[in-house]
């Protein structure tokens, strides 16, 4: 059987980190891009190396070939528009489009060289397609992602898949601040049709859904799961 190299940049919290056990689990080689490493210390089937995706040049030590690569580093940048300043906008396009353009120029031969073809997993954010107050910037910095994975999609195709997600508000610690206490989580709770908000676990599944052969069939997707946040109004 083949192994199966992946890439995951920003894998050791959050969805990043879930997204690397499920892989681990299931045997794929995985490597991991992030600014701490302690976390993964130990796992099988794990090798870490150090990155900041804000610096520049990028500089890390790639498989011979890759069946995979998922770019999870983010931000939660909510404030009022007349607030924020021209480098809060760019920090978020550093962090969110950028680094992932960086990081996929830096993979691009390896994911290349499988015959069976490598798949591309970004992360976007319900805020693109659902207008949200204090979300200018980073709907602003994911709508460009959403735009990345399908002019990808079609550069790439057909030897490499490219596909983004687009969760709405996740049990993450880049979210910790907006559930910090019951009242908070409880509120955005109440703001999903399904009266709760996601796991990294949940939304992990589906990366790794894209990242292997199940997936070999999608591609140039913006794959919503939101709690039906993005597409439903329930009304009683």
């Known amino acids: 059987?083949?192994?199966?190299?992946?890439?995951?940049?920003?894998?050791?919290?959050?969805?990043?980190?879930?997204?690397?056990?499920?892989?681990?689990?299931?045997?794929?080689?995985?490597?991991?891009?992030?600014?701490?490493?302690?976390?993964?210390?130990?796992?099988?089937?794990?090798?870490?190396?150090?990155?900041?995706?804000?610096?520049?040049?990028?500089?890390?030590?790639?498989?011979?070939?890759?069946?995979?690569?998922?770019?999870?580093?983010?931000?939660?940048?909510?404030?009022?528009?007349?607030?924020?300043?021209?480098?809060?906008?760019?920090?978020?396009?550093?962090?969110?489009?950028?680094?992932?353009v960086k990081v996929i120029q830096a993979c691009l031969p390896k994911l290349r060289k499988p015959k069976s073809g490598s798949s591309i997993v970004l992360f976007s954010t319900v805020a693109v397609q659902t207008g949200m107050a204090f979300h200018a910037s980073i709907a602003s910095a994911k709508g460009a992602i959403e735009g990345l994975t399908r002019a990808l999609a079609a550069e790439f195709a057909p030897r490499i898949r490219v596909n983004a997600i687009a969760p709405s508000l996740t049990d993450t610690p880049l979210a910790e601040s907006l559930v910090s206490n019951e009242d908070k989580r409880r509120a955005s709770s109440d703001r999903h049709p399904l009266k709760r908000i996601g796991t990294a676990r949940e939304i992990a599944r589906m990366a790794s859904h894209l990242l292997s052969e199940d997936g070999s069939w999608i591609t140039g997707q913006i794959i919503s799961i939101d709690g039906g946040m993005g597409s439903l109004r329930t009304f009683k």
């Not at 983010?74 to 978020?92: A, H, K, V």
């Open 1 to 100: 059987m083949e192994e199966k190299n992946v890439m995951i940049i920003g894998g050791s919290s959050g969805i990043g980190l879930e997204l690397v056990n499920i892989l681990a689990k299931r045997n794929y080689a995985v490597s991991v891009g992030s600014r701490t490493s302690h976390i993964l210390a130990d796992m099988p089937n794990v090798r870490h190396f150090p990155l900041d995706v804000s610096k520049d040049p990028l500089e890390f030590e790639l498989p011979s070939e890759l069946h995979g690569l998922a770019y999870c580093p983010g931000t939660i940048n909510l404030r009022p528009f007349q607030r924020m300043t021209e480098e809060d906008f760019l920090e978020d396009y550093r962090i969110n489009l950028l680094g992932a």
